[in-house]
Every structure is written in C-alpha cells, then in structure tokens.
C-alpha cells in the first residue's frame, strides 16, 4: 500500500492526496494568466495607465519566483503540512483583499503576497505526489501533475475573460476563496509529514535569502519590463540586469560554501536531474512563449476577439488533457526517453505547422497543430518530470523540486521576453523587405494605388483625401504582412529550439525499471 505520512495514516489514498495538494496548485498556476485579459478592465476601474496596471502582473510574478526555490528549505523548517496549510490560507486571503482593492497600490501589494504565499505551491505539490504514489505509479502522478502546470496557464485568459465579460475583473480573484477553502479542508484531512522529513533547527542563510531575493527578483523586473523599456537603451533595465547578475553569482558560490544553504544546489550531481532541469527550462521557453504569440498573432493581427481566440487555443489545452493520463500509463512499460524524442519531435513539427500560415488563414487550421502541439506536451512534461527526479532521494526531494520548478519558471519568463522582442525584430526587418517592393515605378504598385484610391472616392472622399488614405491603407498591407512572416519567422525559431534540444536526450541516463508492486524508499 502507499505509504505517506505518519504510521496511523498508512491506508490513505495516495489519489485523495492528489486532489488535495492539486487544488491549490491549479488556482495558483491559473492565477500566474487569469489577470493578463483583465488589464485594461483594472486601469480603469482603478483610474491608471495600462502601463501601471502590468505591475500587478510583474509584482505577482516576482513575489513568486524569489519564494519558489526556497521552498524546501522552509519545509525543512516549519514543516510541509504547515507550510502548505499557511500557503494555501494566504494565498486565498490576498485574493479575497486583491478582489477588495480600492486603489493599484493596494492590489500591488495584494498581488505580492499571493504571489509569495502562492510560490511553494508548485514544488510542495510535486514533491508530495512524488513521495506518495510507489516508484511503478509516479508516472500517473507526474501526469496529474502537469495536467494542472500545463493545463491551467491556457484556461486562465479564456476563464479570465468571461468573469470580467460576464461580471467584474474583481471576480478573477473572488474566484480563489471558494477554491482555496476546500483545499485547506482537503490539506488537513489527507497530507501528513513523512517521518524523514524532521523540522530543522540549523542556522538561517540570511546571505543566501538576500541574494536570492535580489537576483531573482531583478532578473523577473527586467524580463517583463524589458521590452516595453526597449531593453538595454534603458538605464533601469542595466541597473537590474547588473543587480541580477551580481545577486545570482554571489548566490551560486554563497550556497556552495554555506554551511546549511537556503538553496542546496548538490543536487545537480545528479546527471538525469541535471540534464533535465537544463531541458526543463526550455520547455517552460517554448511552451509559455507559444502561449503569448498565439493569442496576440489571433487578436492583433486576424482580428479575433478575445473569446474567438480563446475558443481557437481550446484543442491544445484539450489534447493535453486527454494525452497525459494516457502517457502517465506508458511510464515504466516504455523507455521515458523514447517517449520524450517522440515528444520533441511532435513539438517541432507543430511549431512548423504555425510558421507556414498566411493572413487568409481560417481559425479551424490552427487546431491540427494546436492538438499535435498538446498532445506533445504531454509526452514531454510527463516523462520529464519522472526521470528527472526519479534518482533523488526523498528526503531531498522538496529542495529538488524547489530548483525543478525554479528553472521552469525562469525559462517562461526568458520564452515570453524573448519571443516578444524576436517578433518585434523580424516584423521590422520584414517591413524593410517588403517595402522595397512597394515604391512609385513599380506597376503593381501603380495598379493597387489606384485601386484604393477610387474606392475611397466612391465612399465620398475627396481626391486629395483619397490619395492619403490609400496610402495609408497600402502601409498598413505591408505592415500586416510583415507582421504575419515576423510571427512565422518566431514559431520556426521555436521549432529549431525543440530540435536542437533532442541531442540531449541521450545524456539522460536510462530509468530503472521498477515492479509494480515496488514499495517506496525511505
């Protein structure tokens, strides 16, 4: 029988356990998405710029990376069960305040602390299915796992945008409390502390905390703020750029050398650990970076509503959630590294598909590569997440998890940057291509020009007005042109990312096979 927690609570069932610690998780990983359709909707009610409104989103992400990899250790100190328990009751409380929010200041500060009490979940809840289902199942617990990591960022702008449609912005945080009630209901009936997991009473890291905090939280400012500041052009964006690197690097050797480190980074002697949190990050690239070209490429440029380009982005998150179960079941009758090239592979070929589209492109296209896209998440989260941790032992697992799902998050941050600035850059470069064709001599040119021009004219425009407006109207042709081959050009760059990674997978070292009937190692 599974076996977590202490001797009188041998006979739970590890899936109860699951829905428990899942609950919570899933509202947290929502929340990181939910706000982002709900922007505008919050600097109005709240009289500020859409500029001041992103904070709530920058602060909530921000608070939640510097606490993410802390997470072992402060389980360590105060307990899981307890952790989890204050994790949960602050969490729902702040998005009570948060729905309550008077001002942007308040909802800033809100918005911190569901953040921070928000970002143990993660690690806590892998940590946890880890140690509760025996080596032959942990598949199945790594499915249900990621459905809620997977899953949750692409239903939080569709859940996001119909309470604030239907109701307030203020319900996408009202939402949390009922949620959050059950789960601390949930918590305490089915999780207990493992016996090997005793309170520690060492020394605190003060140094360790510090430098955390700094170069984390720099790195997070300047990820989501650095292009809306033009990057390096900016004197804020150098100044935490520094502050990241100087923080990180002095974190690196500070928890090599401490006595008892807030991060214990010796888990990376662990070459599956290694090698996969490496390609972990960049999955969390990809995956998060597709998931804010697609709905911006369908609004802006295809003209969709925000619930058209919701319901378009459905067969991705429904493929994942229909294939996970499934590969959970192949962990352990199939090599994981088998199932992770097929994965890799999968993933390339749907970031190929998006790169060839045209602006004449009907939404039911995207669904082809949108299923393959999901369906390959799930035989890259899955399998991932098991070898991975697989060879860590459980009591270091929380502190594995911590840094796991750390690097996961760093890596979305880095994907969203990154693919913003790349599609910026290849719509520029692509306005300066097409717009050599378009010039006085040029008889197609000639030819479309007159078109327009006596078009506006049939509308009552005048000649003079006429003319300004059909070249106002052939600019805005290239600039929608290019802006489509700029968004092919970013999926393909994407697609490239997958397939360079597959090398990698034969580093991995090849999973143990375990008999269904393995009883977990203590």
Known sequence: MP?????????????????????STFMEVLDTTVVNVS???????????????????????????IILPMTGWLAGRFGRKRLLLMSVTGFTMASFLCG???????????????????????????????????????????????????????????????????????????????IGVVALILTQLFIFDPPYLRREKTGIDYWGIGLLAVGIGSLQIMLDKGQEDDWFG????????????VGLSGLIIRELTAKHPVLD??????????????LMTFIGFVLYGSTVLLPLLMQVVLGYTATHAGITNLPRGLASFL????????????????????????????????????????????????????????????????????????????????????????????????????QYRAQQTQINVLGRHVYP????????FQNLKAYFISQGSSAATASQQAYGAMWGIVQRQAAMLAYNDTFLFLGVIFVALIPLLFLLQKPKAVKPGAAMMH
């Open 441 to 448: 001599e040029s008889l197609t040119t000639q030819q479309m």
């Open 323 to 422: 294939i996970m179960p499934l590969v959970g079941r192949l962990i352990g009758k199939f090599d994981s590294r088998k199932l992770l090239g097929i994965g890799f592979v999968a993933s390339a070929y749907a970031m190929w598909e998006l790169s060839r589209f045209s602006l004449n492109v009907a939404s039911g296209n995207f669904w082809w590569p949108l299923m393959i896209q999901g369906a390959s998440l799930g035989f890259v989260f899955v399998p991932l997440t098991t070898i991975t941790n697989g060879g860590i032992p459980n009591e270091r697992m929380g502190n594995a998890t911590s840094i796991f799902n750390l690097m996961r998050n760093i890596g979305a941050s880095i994907g969203i940057a990154m693919v913003e600035t790349v």
């Open 100 to 178: 309550l929010a008077p001002t942007l200041p308040f909802l800033i500060l809100c918005r911190v602390i569901q953040g921070a009490c928000g970002g143990g979940l993660q690690p806590l809840s892998q940590a946890i299915l880890l140690e509760s289902f025996p080596p032959a199942k942990r598949g199945q617990a790594m499915a249900f796992w990621a459905l809620g990591i997977v899953v949750a960022p692409m239903l939080g702008p569709v859940a996001g945008g119909w309470l604030t449609d239907n109701y307030s912005w203020r319900w996408v945080f009202y939402i949390n409390v009922p």
């Open 234 to 245: 900016s004197r804020f964006i150098v100044t935490l750029c520094v502050l990241a690197v």
């Open 265 to 278: 980074l010796t888990v990376f002697k662990y070459r599956s650990f290694a090698i996969g949190t490496f």
């Open 3 to 23: 076996f977590f927690g202490n001797r009188e609570h041998r006979e739970i069932n590890p899936w109860l356990i699951a829905i428990a610690v899942m609950s």
């Open 39 to 65: 922007l505008p909707h919050i600097a109005g009610s709240l009289s500020s710029s859409n500029d001041e409104a992103t904070w709530t989103l920058t602060s909530y992400l921000v608070a939640n990376a």
